[in-house]
Nanobody, 131 residues
Framework: ERQLVEFGGGLVQAGGSLRLSCATSGFDFDDYVIGWFRQAPGKEREGVSC????????YYRDSVKGRFTISSDNARNTIYLQMNNLKPEDTAVYFCAAVSRIFFDPVTPVEAMDFSHFGYWGQGTRVTVSS
């Protein structure tokens, strides 16, 4: 069974850091694209970052560039999102999601941020950044 489980969320002050983890099972990182998405209260879900581990490609939305870093640990079957210099506007529930590269392999940041391509989703972890 394919499964994605996020953890690492919490409450942090502005300027602080958190590292989110997405523990996966049933996914071969050579064959899948993994993304982080977020949804703030009353807002639409939006892409944050995306990684194609086999291709070594990473993508970020503009507002998190230079602050967030996505990485993969194939041995642990885990995708990380290191978030530094957090801002109150980063407050949201963060989800990781996966899609087979057969169906979707982004080549631009805009493509990578499109959550509609991703078919497997975790339950989310909440991040709250206080000002």
């Amino acid at each position: 069974e394919r499964q994605l489980v996020e953890f690492g969320g919490g409450l942090v002050q502005a300027g602080g850091s958190l590292r989110l983890s997405c523990a996966t099972s049933g996914f071969d990182f050579d064959d899948y694209v993994i993304g982080w998405f977020r949804q703030a209260p009353g807002k639409e879900r939006e892409g944050v970052s995306c990684i194609s581990p086999s291709a070594g490609s990473t993508y970020y939305r503009d507002s998190v560039k230079g602050r967030f870093t996505i990485s993969s640990d194939n041995a642990r079957n885990t995708i990380y999102l290191q978030m530094n210099n957090l801002k109150p506007e980063d407050t949201a529930v963060y989800f990781c999601a996966a899609v087979s590269r057969i169906f979707f392999d982004p080549v631009t940041p805009v493509e990578a941020m499109d959550f509609s391509h991703f078919g497997y989703w975790g339950q989310g972890t909440r991040v709250t950044v206080s000002s």
